[in-house]
């Protein structure tokens, strides 16, 4: 049985790439054959994350056009033996992306892939919508933390089940253990009782996110919490049951911790003299 499953968000910048990304080469790294399709119209950004920048020659518009084969647009990670990306079109516009075309092109990956993951554009507008109405299975929700993410989250969950698409279930994405601790942000199970959806994943906050950019390699070819929160994602897809870490919410410190991590006061502005 095959997954064909959408990453969508509200607001962007929330990390929906950089998980459809690190998500595919952990699901390949359980051995799975997956393939991405970049389906950010004009904005795509998955081919610089699997460092294939260089190797797009046909996009997801020349194939949905009849442009091109099938295997002439897929590009296959050196890295990651096993996951393939369908890159996006660089200077098209969202409405270029033919619902029934792509539901087409799925059918088609079905046959040979065992996950499809759709990095659907920020928003609630064209460019999610076509990605739902191309026949997905399953819809996976990000958020961080934080009010305004959430607020956009619960508006794309609107769309997502205008389309009755089963509900989706829920990432949370850049928590910090310690502002979670001193209840400065919201821990992954609240923000997913708030918006009450399922926890697929929680992911922290990772400098290595920022160094693996600069090497033109993934954050998964890296040891690193967040790897570790990509392997469980990817083993619960599999229909494991992985215990949640639940960042911040369990930890014991001490009392010199505490002293430490206190919170910071306000800085009120001098008077002007
Ligand atoms: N858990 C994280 N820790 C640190 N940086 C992150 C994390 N998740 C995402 N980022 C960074 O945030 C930025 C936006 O992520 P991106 O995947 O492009 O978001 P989106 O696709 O939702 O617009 C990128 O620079 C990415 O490396
Ligand atoms: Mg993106």
Same mark, same amino acid.
């Given at each position: ?5 959408? *990453? ?18 952990? $699901? %390949? ?33 020349? &194939? ?5 084969? &099938? ?34 092109? &799925? ?10 993951? *759709? ?8 460019? &999610? ?9 399953? +819809?996976?929700?990000?958020? +961080?933390?934080?009010? *305004? ?10 769309? *997502? ?6 509900? =989706? ?12 601790? %001193? ?14 959806? =399922?926890?697929?994943?929680?992911? !922290? ?8 950019? $600069? ?29 949640? !870490? ?28």
């Amino acid at each position: 049985m095959n997954h064909c499953i959408a *990453i969508a968000s509200g607001k962007g910048g929330v990390g929906k790439s950089a998980i459809t990304a690190n998500l595919g080469a952990a $699901l %390949s790294r359980l051995g799975r054959k997956v393939v991405l399709i970049d389906a950010d119209i004009g904005l795509r950004s998955l081919d610089a994350l699997l460092s294939l920048e260089n190797n797009v020659v046909y996009d997801i518009i020349d &194939l949905t056009s009849g442009d091109c084969e &099938l295997n002439n647009a897929l590009l296959a990670s050196e890295a990651y033996p096993g996951l393939y990306l369908l890159p996006a079109a660089q200077f098209r516009r969202a409405k270029a992306l033919d619902p029934k075309q792509l539901r087409k092109i &799925l059918s088609l990956l079905r046959i040979f892939y065992d996950y499809i993951l *759709i990095d659907c554009p920020a928003g609630i507008e064209r460019g &999610l919508r076509n990605v739902l109405n191309a026949g997905v299975d399953d +819809t996976i929700l990000v958020t +961080t933390p934080d009010d *305004i993410s959430l607020r956009s989250a619960e508006r794309a969950l609107q769309v *997502i089940e205008s389309k009755f698409l089963p509900r =989706p279930r829920l990432i949370v994405n850049r928590l910090d253990a310690d502002l979670v601790h %001193s209840s400065e942000m919201m821990s992954a199970r609240t923000v997913s009782e708030v918006v009450d959806l =399922p926890l697929l994943g929680e992911i !922290p906050e990772d400098q290595v996110f920022c160094r693996a950019m $600069l090497r033109h390699s993934m954050l998964l070819s890296y040891q690193c919490e967040a790897r570790s929160a990509f392997m469980r994602i990817a083993a619960r897809l599999e229909g494991r049951t992985v215990p949640f !870490p639940s960042y911040g919410q369990k930890a014991k410190t001490t009392r010199l911790q505490r002293f430490l991590s206190r919170r910071p006061k306000e800085v009120i502005p001098l008077d002007d003299h």
